[in-house]
Structures are given as structure tokens and as C-alpha cells.
């Protein structure tokens, strides 16, 4: 079986830097030890602004510079450096969901597709949602553990949406 892991924005910012939560703390060392078990090809995903991001719809919404290229927050957690050097790729992303990620993975030609990181609530769903569509036969799924959102509550909200759309939760 071909498994694609798809990693979602382990990035700084979210992690302990200014949108980050004790969530995001608590659950890095579950991400490390399943990624250092895992016989997956691995994607990650990085999500990616510039200097003008308060001038972004995104930035209106959410006035919280963050994930701001190239700056320390962009970058993806130290510890999961190691994974990033085996990655497939490495696909950055300028809003939630990636027209691209589904691009890539298409190449890597999936029998199933997992995903796991941050923010359940928010990027992590647009991109199940997208890779769902993108390929409706090819079994989608999120690993509950090795994921946060921004709350505890907007998470176990954002897993039983993604269960009502088929996508499996572990």
C-alpha cells in the first residue's frame, strides 16, 4: 500500500509562538514518535504570508501576523527538521486549504492519503475537505492525536464535521 502523510503547518507560530497553544506543545512529541514509525512518503505543508498580510482577507479576519516568510515563526519545528529532509515535499500554502497539495500528491499516486498537525479547526479540515474531493475513491483520514486546534472544542467540533464528510478519524 502507497500511504501519503500529509503534515499540516507544524509550524513555530503554531505551535509556541503567537498563535500557538499548550495543545500544540502537548502533541508534538505524539507527531515525532508517529513519524519516526510511520513507512509513509510524508508531505508537509507550510502556510505562507508576507510582509502585507494585514492587508490580506485573511489578515482582516484574523489581525495576527503570523507564519510571516522567512521569518522564525514560518519555519517548521526544530525537531520535526529531520522528517522535513525526507519529506516528498514541501508544499507552501498563502491561505488555509492548497490547490497544490492535491497536485502533488497526485504524483505520488495514493492508496491512501492521512493527515495530521494544525489547526484541526482550520487547515487541517480545508485540506481534507480538498483532498476528499480531489480524490473521491482513495480513503482519507486524520489522526485525532497528532492534531490541535485552536481550541479543544473548535478540534472535537472540526473531527465530526470531517466524519459527516467520510473522512476517517483515528
Known sequence: ?????????????????????????????????K??????????????????????????????????????GWEIAPSLKPFVEKASAVVEKPTFGSLELPKV???LEPDAIELVGLCTDIC???????????????????????CAGVTPESHENALEAMKMCQVAVR
Open 124 to 146: 487541517v479540515i480545508a485540506n481534507a475537505m480538498i483532498l476528499k474531493a480531489a480524490f473521491p475513491e482513495v480513503p482519507v483520514s486524520v489522526d485525532a492525536s497528532c
Open 105 to 107: 500528491i497526485a504524483g
Open 35 to 72: 513519524l519516526a514509525r510511520e513507512d509513509a512518503l510524508l508531505v508537509f505543508t507550510q502556510d505562507t504570508h508576507g510582509a502585507d498580510y494585514l492587508e490580506t482577507q485573511e489578515g482582516k479576519n484574523l489581525p495576527v501576523p503570523h507564519c510571516i516568510k522567512p521569518e522564525k
Open 1 to 33: 500500500m502507497r500511504k501519503v502523510l500529509v503534515v499540516i503547518d507544524m509550524q513555530n507560530d503554531f505551535i509556541d509562538g503567537v498563535l500557538g497553544t499548550k495543545e500544540a506543545q502537548a502533541m508534538l512529541p505524539r507527531l515525532e514518535a
